[in-house]
């Protein structure tokens, strides 16, 4: 069974700080890595990393990938406190197409006291 | 464009009973996926839904299951009713080319007494 670990569990930072979460995981079929951030209900979409993508980067956040040593890391500088969440990192081994199953890890939860 | 429905989006059933939960997924999308959640074991996998078909299971006992109509929206079904399936359900849908980025629903948050 695919396996996803994240760390640390929470976090707890001030605003303007800078955080960094990982995410390592085991896969016998990876196909791509993907980040969530989930505040009340529905995660939301942050990134995707692939292969053929192994860094991103939107405003404040950062994600990169090794596929060698099977791991993630998600930035976020001056962070604010509308960043406070969970940020779940998922494995995709099931493939593209029909066949699609996400492996999540439980999460970190970030709090960012004013 | 709207997002991914889910409802109810609360519900309170008792042990033994069975619940039925509803998911319409975003315009143009072909495949639903639902994903159980607890503060215990974080989100699991249920099942992926692809025109009609079930793709893919986790592992989850018999008793859950889904289906999903013609016109790509998805039901799930849990029947006799366990305290620890408490838990909030999440659909969630995609266009099933492209990018297979899932977009999530608000869930529905289900507690069995």
């Known amino acids: 069974e695919d396996k996803v670990v994240q760390s640390p569990l929470s976090l707890v930072v001030h605003e303007g700080d800078t955080v960094t979460l990982n995410c390592s995981y085991e896969?016998?079929?990876?196909?791509?890595l993907l980040w969530y951030k989930q505040e009340k209900k529905a995660p939301t979409f942050l990134f995707m990393l692939?292969?053929?993508?192994i860094e991103k980067k939107s405003g404040r956040l950062s994600s990169i990938l090794d596929k060698k040593e099977l791991f993630s890391i998600l930035n976020i500088t001056a962070t604010q406190t509308g960043d406070s969440a969970v940020y779940l990192c998922a494995e995709n081994s099931g493939g593209g197409g029909s066949n699609y199953k996400l492996t999540f890890g439980k999460g970190t939860l970030l709090t960012v006291n004013p | 464009k709207a997002g991914v429905t889910q409802t109810p989006r609360y519900l309170i059933k008792t042990r033994g009973q069975q619940v039925t939960l509803s998911c319409s997924p975003i315009s143009g999308h072909r495949s639903v996926s639902w994903y159980q959640q607890t503060p215990g074991q974080g989100l699991q996998f249920l099942f992926e839904y692809f025109s009609e078909t079930q793709r893919n299971k986790g592992n989850f006992p018999g008793r859950f299951s889904g289906r999903q109509f013609s016109n790509s929206r998805s039901e799930m079904n849990v029947s006799t009713l366990e305290l620890g399936d408490s838990a909030l359900y999440l659909c969630?849908?995609?266009?099933?080319?492209?990018?297979?980025?899932?977009?999530f629903g608000a869930g529905s948050r289900l507690t069995v007494l």
């Open positions: 896969v016998t079929n990876f196909r791509s």
């Open positions: 692939t292969s053929s993508g």
């Open positions: 969630a849908s995609r266009q099933a080319s492209g990018a297979n980025v899932l977009t």
